[in-house]
């Protein structure tokens, strides 16, 4: 069964991470213009990264709710229910018309699309985390927790490949007209494919034995058990703030290496699209590998140790990054990519432990899900667009400084933070 639970909650993690992806890669090259038409292209583009944004800022809602009813009712259920909400969106979003079909009803549609699919997968990733967490065999835990994690940079590869092939088969009229939607299309195989992997899933046998051991328990702790996962967990914010913290800088650079690179090369350099969207396909391809190793690692030394040496190292990369691309090298682009998002997943690799061990069953889930979808909207959602901003009105100086500076902050909380490598999930309290 654990070998079910793992190939679900990859497969998962992979297939709606990709619906994601797609929405951000194609946010930075058409969807400005097509449905936020502007004089200035500039701002056609910061418009449609607001957008992106908005999604963001919907997960955390979608953290509360399926949060809540996850620690209440199970995990499973709210994987099936997440992955068949964000599917229908992101298929729904290759089927609207433009702004030029029906004028500022596509904008509307798009950014409610746009929030279901921040809605669903706010309270999915939590859950296939834990679910692999829970189930996986402690000594190996970071190494198991890893696999979903890196469903982001393999839903970013799949998302990538997928534009790319598209971009290289269609000229760049074709795909502005109508060839993007297929991108988003694929969702309706993928989501059967899912939805069949996912039903398959049984439920946590973590979980399972919390709901037996509550219902054999006294009176006073029914009443705290009927009580929100949600207040429970932030009764105890510390966990939720060094959680936070460690997602900060993270969260920032992998959408400045995989989302606001796009925008930089092509935009402010003369970088052929496809050229960069190959750096960001095989980036993506490191910083999956960096995930799998990284969680590895961390049960070896540690989970402190295994975050704190690549946030150190991507503190270093940012300036470097930036001044080889200017040189405008693809290969020098590549370098830049690839070193920064292996690194990125060394760092985000054994998160996924860390994260599941900091908080005890009864409210992992939402509290692994305030950490998650927290981190969405101080990080996650401005990132695209603050880093295109900060460039536009100051210059790349400013958008090293403010990868620096929130990596700095993910180092000191990883810091501060206590070791969780080896813990018992079940008795934790």
Same mark, same amino acid.
Request: charged fraction near 15%; glycine fraction near 12%.
């Given at each position: ?177 109508? $060839?993007?939607?297929?991108? *988003? %299309?694929?969702? !309706?195989?993928?989501? #059967?494919?899912?939805?069949? +992997?996912? &039903?398959? /899933? ?80 095989? $980036?993506?391809?490191?910083? *999956? %590998?960096?995930? !799998?190793?990284?969680? #590895?690692?961390?049960?070896? +030394?540690? &989970?402190? /140790? ?124």
């Amino acid at each position: 069964m654990f070998r079910r639970v793992l190939t679900g909650s990859m497969a998962g993690a992979v297939l709606e991470w990709y619906d994601f992806a797609i929405y951000g890669v194609l946010a930075a090259m058409v969807l400005g213009p097509l449905f936020f038409p502007s004089d200035s292209g500039i701002a056609s583009l910061l418009m449609a990264l607001a957008t992106q944004g908005l999604g963001f800022f919907a997960r955390p809602l979608g953290g509360i709710v399926f949060g809540h009813l996850g620690d209440r009712f199970g995990r499973k259920p709210m994987l099936v229910v997440t992955f068949l909400l964000l599917g229908t969106a992101t298929a729904a979003i290759g089927l609207l018309p433009t702004y030029a079909d029906i004028g500022i009803t596509a904008t509307f549609l798009l950014v409610g699309l746009r929030l279901i699919q921040g809605f669903a997968l706010g309270g999915e990733f939590g859950a296939a985390v834990l679910l692999v967490s829970e189930y996986g065999e402690p000594k190996r835990r970071g190494f198991w927790a890893s696999w979903p994690q890196a469903g982001a940079p393999a839903g970013t590869v799949l998302a990538t490949a997928v534009i790319t092939v598209l971009t290289l088969t269609m000229s760049e009229a074709t795909f502005e007209s109508w $060839g993007w939607r297929i991108a *988003f %299309l694929i969702a !309706i195989p993928l989501l #059967a494919i899912g939805f069949w +992997v996912r &039903r398959g /899933v049984e439920e946590s046998p973590v979980f399972r034995q919390a709901q037996a051991q509550a219902a054999k328990t006294s009176k006073s702790t029914s009443t705290e058990k009927q009580k929100s996962s949600i207040v429970l967990a932030l009764r105890r914010p510390r966990q939720v703030l060094h959680g936070l913290g460690q997602r900060l800088g993270e969260n920032i650079a992998f959408y400045i290496y995989t989302t606001f690179v796009i925008a930089y090369a092509t935009t402010y350099f003369e970088f052929d699209r496809g050229d960069v969207m190959l750096a960001v396909t095989f $980036g993506s391809v490191f910083q *999956f %590998l960096g995930m !799998i190793s990284g969680g #590895a690692w961390s049960d070896r +030394v540690g &989970r402190k /140790v295994a975050m704190l040496i690549p946030t150190g190292v991507l503190i270093v990369w940012a300036p470097v990054f930036f001044w080889l691309v200017q040189f405008e090298s693809v290969p020098l682009l590549w370098v830049g990519v690839c070193v920064g998002t292996f690194f990125h997943g060394m760092l985000a690799g054994p998160e996924a432990a860390w994260i599941t061990e900091l908080f005890p069953t009864r409210y992992r889930y939402a509290g692994s899900s305030l950490v998650y979808q927290g981190s969405s909207i101080i990080a996650g959602a401005p990132a695209p667009f603050i880093a295109i901003w900060l460039v536009d009105t100051f210059g790349v100086g400013m958008v090293i400084g403010y990868l620096v500076i929130t990596m700095a902050i993910t180092f000191i909380a990883v810091a501060t933070s206590r070791e969780t490598k080896g813990v018992d999930l079940e008795k934790i309290v």
